[in-house]
Nanobody, 122 residues
């Protein structure tokens, strides 16, 4: 089992920045690829990006160039740095873990955090 807890959400103006954190406990964190997803009201969960255990990353086109995922295996934490935020980035952001890297479907991920709200005002 892997337990995931997100933090860092909040209210920010358009053009601003936020950094989300996802702290992991349980199994060896460095064995897992980590993903970030978001879900806006009335919409399906959407892939934001992912990072492999070695630090390779990939992103959804909608956030490429604005969001950056990183991880600190010594701290069992993965981060989502969000810059140039837009109102359409408003959603609940969740981190997730899986043993393989690659793919953007939420169904591929085994463990999930509870999510943290990000609200971007115009």
């Amino acid at each position: 089992q892997v337990q995931l807890v997100e933090s860092g959400g909040g209210l920010v103006q358009a053009g601003g920045s936020l950094r989300l954190s996802c702290a992991a406990s349980g199994r060896t964190f460095s064995n897992y690829a980590m993903g970030w997803f978001r879900q806006a009201p009335g919409k399906e969960r959407e892939f934001v990006g992912a990072i492999s255990w070695g630090g390779d990353t990939n992103y959804a086109d909608s956030v490429k160039g604005r969001f950056t995922i990183s991880r600190d295996n010594a701290k069992n934490t993965v981060y989502l740095q969000m810059n140039s935020l837009k109102p359409e980035d408003t959603a609940v952001y969740s981190c997730a873990a899986r043993t393989k890297y690659g793919g953007s479907s939420p169904a591929l991920y085994d463990y999930w955090g509870q999510g943290t709200q990000v609200t971007v005002s115009s």
